[in-house]
């Protein structure tokens, strides 16, 4: 069985996406939660994790 590790992401500036890039790296990662104020930033954010997990919960400052 593989291990899962879930991750939640605190913004979506340069280094949330850096990070997203790097757990879409790693086997097991998966980003459940992401809080982003910025509404085109989290549909960026999106478009970087969403073809690695089911659902993302979007959590407001």
């Known amino acids: ?7 939640g992401i605190l913004g979506c500036g340069m280094m949330g ?10 086997d097991g990662a998966e980003v459940v939660a992401i809080t982003e104020p910025n509404k085109e930033m989290q549909k960026h954010c ?15 400052c």
């Not at 996406?17 to 790693?26: D, G, K, P």
């Open 1 to 7: 069985m593989e291990k899962r590790v879930r991750y």
């Open 17 to 26: 996406q850096e990070h997203l890039r790097n757990l879409a790296l790693i």
């Open 46 to 60: 999106a478009e970087l994790v969403l073809m690695r997990t089911s659902s993302i919960i979007w959590m407001t």
